[in-house]
């Protein structure tokens, strides 16, 4: 079954740090990719994603990520947090014939520190 | 304002009672998902529905409940069956291939 994995559960940074958050899914056909925000106590809002074309997409607030095909992978990243970047963070895949589907990742949870 | 609107925001509920999340759109969009979210596991899709009329199962169904008599609104019945209710609930609507959220049910069952 297709499977979408964080291996970062927790991470926390002091601000102006670097941040990359790992995302690996096991589906081997073509996908479109996202992150997903969910900051607190608000909406789960999409922060950027992939469907085509360059694999390295922007996302909002200074967010890009990387798609890696031989790897699977799909890593968020921010060359420097903000104390307002605190938040969780959702990996989400869809395979493209899965009919709009989405497969999310088990979440990050950032913290950054002033 | 357009936008998704889910009520209550927390709810609570004593076992054995079914209770009925409630899910409204008016964003036009024709698809609308429920989401199960507890700490560590993401987000893990209840029920779909594509269109007014008919809906699916998703990865856990299984004590959970849907209707789609309206485009707008997708109500969620989670029943006595459900083990483990306990969760934060999620809905969502889709245009092409992005979904947008609502702000979620915190039930609590005691």
């Known amino acids: 079954a297709q499977s979408v994995s964080q291996h970062n559960h927790h991470v926390i940074l002091s601000e102006a740090a670097s941040l990359e958050l790992g995302c690996n899914y096991s589906?081997?056909?073509?996908?479109?990719l996202f992150w997903y925000v969910q900051y607190p106590g608000q909406h789960l809002q999409l922060l950027l994603k992939y469907f085509s074309g360059d694999p390295l997409v922007k996302g909002i607030k200074g967010f890009e990520a990387e798609f890696i095909k031989s790897k699977f992978s799909f890593n968020l990243r921010k060359p420097s947090v903000q104390w307002s970047d605190t938040a969780e963070y959702f990996c989400a895949v869809n395979p493209n014939n899965a009919g709009n589907m989405l497969t999310f990742g088990g979440g990050t949870r950032l913290m950054v520190k002033p | 304002d357009g936008g998704i609107t889910q009520s209550p925001k927390y709810l609570f509920r004593k076992e054995g009672q079914n209770v009925t999340l409630s899910c409204e759109q008016n964003l036009n969009h024709d698809a609308m998902y429920w989401y199960r979210q507890d700490p560590g596991q993401g987000l893990r899709l209840i029920y779909y529905?594509?269109?007014?009329?008919?809906?699916q199962k998703g990865d856990i169904a299984e004590g959970y409940s849907v209707s789609r008599e309206k485009k707008e609104s997708f109500p969620l019945t989670v029943t006595s069956a459900q083990k483990n209710p306990t969760a934060f609930y999620l809905c969502a609507s889709r245009t092409g291939n992005e979904q947008f959220f609502g702000p979620g049910t915190r039930l609590t069952v005691l």
């Open positions: 589906y081997g056909g073509t996908v479109n």
């Open positions: 529905s594509q269109i007014v009329n008919d809906f």
